[in-house]
């Protein structure tokens, strides 16, 4: 036992009505799920705390019940800040109701707050979010009409615009870590990833708060390196000892000691995997990586399938893939192991990834898409009453030197094969991607043209390129009718000029 260890019920108690909250975790990975769970069970059982504020830059949670679903109680909340709500439906659905107030930023300007929290500034200074849904000549953010609170502004430095959104209070931070020692310092060895434990933790900590840190097992003290520990005990309150089943290394896996590093994955024969659309889409994905070793971030979705494909084409060594909450290199994982990854170079934390992508260092973006406007702006975070949220999406496609969209041509039911080099549409989707005008821009295609930033749309049918005057039809599969399977499955005709057949390796059963 060491004097900061409490039971997570104790630590349930020390949030008080009406404080404003930080809890760690991404996706799956590094969630504190045994003080989230205690804090649902107070609630149920007596009504507080109430009226919280919970800052977050992507909402973990399993799509179900863990995570910050286990928070989404009316009354409970007031209001959120956060990235991404996609895999934390419960909430996003309070959100979109309006029974809170809501507001959506993109997941790096979060987690550079966290930072600047810490540092005692007033506001994130950034170009990320300007001409998108974020930018308050648009939406501010705002999920709801019941958010009315301005917390983003335009303002022009030195002759160029910036946003600046406005910092908060941290009232308690409740990060996550594999080991406490007896003096209370908390280390990650067995973390899949570092994320933003620390600068959470200092958020609160200067802003006169408190730091609870659940862990899965206490240590002697001083018997941690002080290269291994993360979070200083200076800067810690409270230590919960969690139960195996609420501290498992990601919701898709228990532990690996592949996804931290601890040790390598062997080699082993590449299983080809089976030719689809979505396989057709990664791979004519995969020929625009910079194969001169550049830095690339894939997406979540469609866009994983482009790291399978450089693994079966044996390419991995050639590129550095990367993802947001901060793997540099390896294989990046899919699923609810989403943004950890086998054989990684290194683990740096989420706002250290993000100063890399804001700054321009990814040589290539692949992201999906959901609705693509005739000007060639994007949509991945709202649909009616569904929310996903931006996540990194908005910072790394308005950042990257290079950006390839890419998904299905239609949605819902989709039905395709490859029979003889050529794509087969056995069914069509019901809904149609390509539109007039997207419900929410996440991505302005205005913008990137003024950037003259090369910008792409895969689909597993054709290949558009953005141009001043629009979308242009620049690639079409073998087999597909213009008209019939590409134009009258549009809302709006594309610019059409020189139309190249896409490349027929990609259509081959066997590697490209």
């Known amino acids: 036992m060491i004097k900061k260890q409490?039971?997570?019920?104790?630590?349930?108690?020390?949030?008080?009505?009406?404080?404003?909250?930080?809890?760690?975790?991404?996706?799956?990975?590094?969630?504190?799920?045994?003080?989230?769970?205690?804090?649902?069970?107070?609630?149920?059982?007596?009504?507080?705390?109430?009226?919280?504020t919970l800052l977050f830059a992507a909402a973990p949670g399993d799509g179900k019940d863990r995570g910050l679903n286990r928070l989404a109680h009316a009354g409970m909340l007031r209001r959120t800040i956060g990235g991404h709500y996609g895999l934390a439906p419960k909430l996003g659905k309070l959100a979109t109701s309006g029974e809170i107030q809501a507001y959506n930023f993109p997941q790096g300007v979060i987690s550079h707050m966290y930072r600047d929290i810490a540092a005692g500034k007033p506001g994130t200074l950034t170009r990320v979010g300007i001409d998108t849904f974020v930018d308050p000549r648009i939406e501010g953010g705002k999920i709801n009409k019941q958010t009315i609170e301005d917390l983003v502004e335009v303002v022009t430095i030195s002759g160029e615009e910036m946003l600046f959104y406005k910092t908060h209070k941290v009232d308690v931070a409740i990060i996550r870590g594999t080991s406490a020692d007896a003096d209370g310092n908390i280390s990650m060895e067995r973390e899949a990833l570092r994320i933003d434990n620390l600068s959470q933790a200092m958020a609160a900590k200067n802003s006169g708060g408190v730091v609870i840190a659940q862990v899965e097992r206490i240590v002697p003290a001083k018997t941690l390196s002080p290269r291994m520990v993360e979070v200083p005990s200076a800067m810690i309150d409270a230590i919960v000892l969690a139960k195996p089943e609420n501290h498992v290394q990601t919701y898709g896996t228990v532990y690996s000691p592949y996804l931290d590093g601890q040790d390598r994955a062997p080699s082993k024969k590449i299983e080809i995997t089976p030719l689809d659309a979505r396989k057709v889409i990664a791979r004519r994905t995969a020929l625009e990586l910079p194969f001169d070793g550049g830095v690339v971030n894939l997406g979540i979705g469609v866009p994983e399938g482009v790291?399978?494909?450089?693994?079966?084409?044996?390419?991995?060594?050639?590129?550095?893939?990367?993802?947001?909450?901060?793997?540099?290199?390896?294989?990046?994982?899919?699923?609810?192991?989403?943004?950890?990854?086998?054989?990684?170079?290194?683990?740096?934390?989420?706002?250290?990834?993000?100063?890399?992508?804001?700054?321009?260092?990814?040589?290539?973006?692949?992201?999906?898409?959901?609705?693509?406007?005739?000007?060639?702006?994007?949509?991945?975070?709202?649909?009616?009453?569904?929310?996903?949220?931006?996540?990194?999406?908005?910072?790394?496609?308005?950042?990257?030197?290079?950006?390839?969209?890419?998904?299905?041509?239609?949605?819902?039911?989709?039905?395709?094969?490859?029979?003889?080099?050529?794509?087969?549409?056995l069914k069509e989707g019901s809904s149609t991607k390509?539109?007039?005008?997207?419900?929410?821009?996440?991505?302005?295609?205005?913008?990137?043209?003024?950037?003259?930033?090369?910008?792409?749309?895969?689909?597993?049918?054709?290949?558009?390129?953005?141009?001043?005057?629009?979308?242009?039809?620049?690639?079409?599969?073998?087999?597909?009718?213009?008209?019939?399977?590409?134009?009258?499955?549009?809302?709006?005709?594309?610019?059409?000029?020189?139309?190249?057949?896409?490349?027929?390796?990609?259509?081959?059963?066997?590697?490209?």
């Open 6 to 52: 409490i039971t997570a019920q104790a630590a349930a108690e020390l949030i008080n009505c009406g404080d404003t909250v930080t809890i760690a975790g991404f996706v799956g990975v590094g969630v504190p799920d045994e003080i989230l769970l205690a804090l649902e069970n107070r609630f149920k059982e007596h009504s507080k705390p109430t009226d919280l």
């Open 434 to 512: 390509f539109i007039r005008a997207v419900q929410q821009v996440t991505f302005s295609g205005q913008r990137a043209v003024s950037q003259s930033t090369p910008i792409l749309y895969v689909t597993e049918r054709c290949v558009f390129e953005l141009r001043p005057e629009g979308l242009a039809l620049i690639e079409i599969a073998p087999g597909i009718d213009l008209e019939n399977d590409i134009l009258a499955q549009m809302d709006f005709r594309p610019v059409i000029g020189d139309v190249k057949q896409m490349d027929r390796r990609i259509f081959q059963s066997e590697l490209m």
């Open 307 to 425: 790291a399978m494909v450089a693994s079966e084409q044996n390419w991995l060594e050639a590129v550095t893939l990367t993802a947001e909450p901060g793997v540099i290199g390896g294989q990046p994982s899919s699923g609810l192991d989403f943004g950890t990854a086998v054989n990684t170079d290194v683990i740096i934390t989420q706002s250290q990834q993000f100063d890399f992508y804001d700054g321009g260092g990814l040589a290539l973006a692949v992201l999906g898409m959901a609705e693509i406007s005739i000007m060639g702006d994007v949509n991945v975070s709202r649909f009616g009453s569904r929310l996903p949220g931006a996540g990194g999406f908005i910072n790394i496609s308005q950042s990257a030197q290079k950006v390839i969209f890419c998904g299905t041509f239609t949605a819902g039911g989709l039905k395709t094969s490859i029979e003889d080099g050529k794509l087969v549409i």
